[in-house]
Structure formats: structure tokens, C-alpha cells
């Protein structure tokens, strides 16, 4: 297989910044991606940023199918060259962040790799989580300081709104620490690759006012639970019944709040309020 380096020198490819292209060319890591996402025989892999095609490659050799989107007109030319003889590859010229998840696959659930530029990072992570009754899992490699963000717990400087919604819909580790020199051009930070398997529950009938009490309750991460939910709109006395019925301190800050209580928060809102579905 034809290095990172050799692929860019053959088709005169120079990074994209604005795109946050860095490319993976540890192959030890990359065969550890596609283990994380196997077994892979008759599925259907959604590739997010298939960049020069390493990952694609090594993925084509196991799964049934993989689609591999890219909005790099150059590296999408290099893509469709490099795979033109290979039916399980559809190479798609496709914005990630309007890309339909849904139509993957009509027949079973998606598995989605993808190594994931910063600035995609959480716009990405919550369209995924919007189509998550499509995917069995994500393996996506993100920044190190987000992948914390994502795994933090309660009580923790990192744990926020992505920490809580993530962790409500999904089971959530990270797997493989990879230093910047594994990447070309090298970023100044390590990476880090998040497991993301999709949880089998069932629908919740509040999802809108858990996302809503999550987003507003670490809206100013200073100010205590009361306050940050007054803000959104709901009156002192509703509040004090639910907080007093929930057994949840109005005092505490939303990062003290472990995922149980915003449900039984959220739970508890919903009743008061008499929110229907």
C-alpha cells in the first residue's frame, strides 16, 4: 500500500487548513481502527474525510460495503482512481454535516470511521447522535482534548453538554491514544480514537426537554441549577416543586449532575409541566 507521503507527491496534493487535513499514516494504526469496527463481513461502513484512501483500503478488505465521503475535489479524484475496480467502494463527493445516515444502508444498522478535524468535532458528534437509529457504532478519532470532553464524568473540569448527551444514547470509551508523529502534516496535539456503540433502548418521549434542561443547565456553568433554568424560562415555584420532587439540590452546578439525574430531572420538568411527547 502506497504511503501518505507517496500518494501526495504522486498527485500534487497539499493540505487543505481551513479542512483541518491531517493524515493518518501509522499503519499499525489504522489496522487497529479497522479491528475496533469489526467484524466488518456484510456491513456497511460509512467513512467520514476518506482523504487519500489508507483507511479505505484497509476497510474495503473486510466489510461488505463502504461508502467513503469526501468534499475535496482533489483528494476525490485521487479516491475514485484509486477505487474505480473495486465494487464495495462507493467514493461520494458529500458535506459530512448534510449527509443522510439513513440511507447508508436500507437493511441494517452503520458502523461510521472517520478520523474528524476539530473544527467538524461537535457539530459532527451531535448529527450522529440525531442518527443514532441508524449506526451500531461510531469509531472516530477526534483531538485528544475533545475525546475528554466526550468520555469525561460528573464532577470532572471536562464534562459538559457532550459528556452528558453522548453518554445518554451511547456507551462511550476511548480505545487507542495516537501521538502526533503517527500523523502528515503533524498536528501539534495527540489523538485519541472513541468507541461509540449505540445503546439498545428504548425511545425516550422527552428526548427534546432532556437535550433542552442539559444545554441550559451548563449554559453559564458558574451559576447554579435555579438560576441557569429560570433563564430558559420556567418560573421559581415550578422549579422548586421539581427540584424538591427529584430530590436534586437547586444549589448544585449542572457538572456535579451525574447523566441519572438530568433523566430523572428532565422526568420530573416534563410531569410538572405536563409536556406531552
Known amino acids: 500500500m502506497p504511503t501518505v507521503r507517496e500518494l501526495r507527491a504522486t ?36 467513512e467520514i474525510g476518506a482523504g487519500l484512501g489508507n483507511m479505505t483500503e484497509e476497510l474495503a478488505k473486510q466489510a461488505g460495503r463502504v461508502i467513503a465521503l469526501e468534499i475535496d475535489l482533489r483528494l476525490l479524484d485521487v479516491l475514485r482512481k484509486r477505487f474505480s475496480s473495486k465494487n464495495r467502494v462507493e467514493v461520494l463527493d458529500q458535506d459530512v454535516l448534510k449527509y443522510d445516515f439513513s440511507q447508508a444502508d436500507r437493511d441494517k444498522k452503520i458502523t461510521v470511521v472517520g478520523n474528524i478535524p476539530y473544527y467538524l468535532s461537535s457539530p459532527l458528534l451531535f448529527r450522529l447522535v440525531s442518527y443514532r437509529r441508524y449506526i451500531s457504532s461510531c469509531i472516530l478519532t477526534f483531538q485528544k482534548e475533545f ?50 456503540t449505540v445503546k439498545k433502548t428504548a425511545d425516550d418521549p422527552h428526548e427534546k426537554l432532556f ?62 409541566t405536563q409536556q406531552s411527547p
Not at 166 to 194: H, N, Q, T
Not at 236 to 254: N, Y
Open 11 to 46: 498527485h500534487h496534493i497539499h493540505t487543505k487548513k481551513r479542512l483541518g487535513q491531517s493524515f493518518l499514516e501509522d499503519n499499525h494504526a489504522i489496522q487497529k481502527i479497522v479491528s475496533l469496527a469489526g467484524p466488518l463481513q456484510d456491513q456497511t461502513i460509512v
Open 147 to 196: 475525546a475528554e470532553r466526550i468520555t469525561a464524568h460528573a464532577g470532572t473540569r471536562q464534562y459538559g453538554i457532550p459528556s452528558v448527551i453522548v453518554a445518554k444514547y451511547m456507551d462511550v470509551s476511548c480505545e487507542l491514544v495516537i501521538p502526533p508523529e503517527a500523523f502528515y502534516p503533524r498536528p501539534e496535539v495527540s489523538s485519541c480514537v472513541v468507541r461509540m
Open 211 to 272: 437535550e433542552r434542561v442539559v444545554r441550559g443547565a451548563f449554559a453559564h456553568r458558574r451559576k447554579n441549577l435555579l438560576n441557569n433554568l429560570i433563564y430558559m424560562g420556567f418560573s421559581k415555584d415550578l422549579l422548586d416543586a421539581v427540584f424538591f420532587k427529584s430530590r436534586i439540590d437547586s444549589d448544585r452546578r449542572a457538572q456535579t449532575l451525574t447523566l441519572e439525574e438530568f433523566a430523572n430531572l428532565t422526568h420530573t420538568l416534563a410531569e410538572a
